[in-house]
């Protein structure tokens, strides 16, 4: 059964970086027939989706957040990261990895989401 | 960028009523819409796919409808494990997800 697990630190500083990865396990990051995504929550507030990236390292990212986010992978560790700069409050939230299935086009398997808090 | 309106935000409704959600699009997306269901402290689980196909695996009583810019979420008869928020999602150009519906029991 595939899991997808995030790490990272719970706490950050205003104006650092969030960096979380999310571990793939029970299935290979290297296939054509996916790519992988993160996505977000506020507490309390509904989902937006940060960006996707492909196991050959092809990203694709929302507008809103493209100036200030990277996300790469690493097909050696069946893993992908998540880079987010010049964090602010508003970036308090539940981040979580999820795998977007292709052709069918949907996100089928989420990791349980961890909670990143920006605050000094 | 393409937006998604979903209406209600929020309902109250009495076991075994019928519960219709609605998503709009701000531009043609044609099919390209999915629904999901979160519960609390849950990740999102996927119900509908190309805005009216059932997930395997997904109770029947769920169905979605709709092409273009509008579309329809159905829970035939609500049950009492359906309390959770939903979602729609676009996928036409990049991904947007609806402003969400809580669907509460009366």
């Known amino acids: 059964q595939l899991q997808l697990q995030e790490s990272g630190p719970g706490l950050v500083k205003p104006s650092e970086t969030l960096s979380l990865t999310c571990t793939v396990s029970?299935?290979?990051?290297?296939?054509?027939?996916?790519?992988w995504g993160w996505i977000r929550q506020p507490p309390g507030k509904g989902l937006e989706w940060i960006g996707s990236?492909?196991?050959?390292?092809?990203?694709y990212y929302n507008p809103s957040l493209k100036s200030r986010v990277t996300i790469s992978v690493d097909t050696s560790k069946n893993q992908f990261s998540l880079k987010l700069s010049s964090v602010t409050a508003a970036d308090t939230a539940v981040y979580y990895c999820?795998?977007?299935?292709?052709?069918?086009?949907?996100?089928?398997?989420w990791g349980q989401g961890t909670l990143v808090t920006v605050s000094s | 960028d393409i937006q998604m309106t979903q209406s209600p935000s929020s309902l109250s409704a009495s076991v075994g009523d019928r519960v219709t959600i609605t998503c709009q699009a701000s531009?043609?997306?044609?099919?390209?819409l999915n629904w999901y269901q979160q519960k609390p402290g849950k990740a999102p689980k996927l119900l509908i796919y190309?805005?009216?196909n059932l997930e395997t695996g997904v109770p029947s009583r769920f169905s979605g409808s709709g092409s273009g810019t509008d579309f329809t979420f159905t829970i035939s008869s609500l049950q009492p494990e359906d309390i959770a928020t939903y979602y729609c999602?676009?996928?036409?150009?990049?991904?947007?997800f609806g402003g969400g519906t809580k669907v509460e029991i009366k």
């Open positions: 990236i492909y196991y050959s390292g092809s990203t």
């Open positions: 999602q676009q996928y036409d150009n990049q991904l947007t």
């Open positions: 999820a795998r977007w299935l292709l052709p069918k086009n949907y996100f089928d398997y």
């Open positions: 531009q043609d997306i044609s099919n390209y």
């Open positions: 190309d805005a009216s």
């Open positions: 029970g299935g290979s990051i290297s296939s054509s027939s996916y790519y």
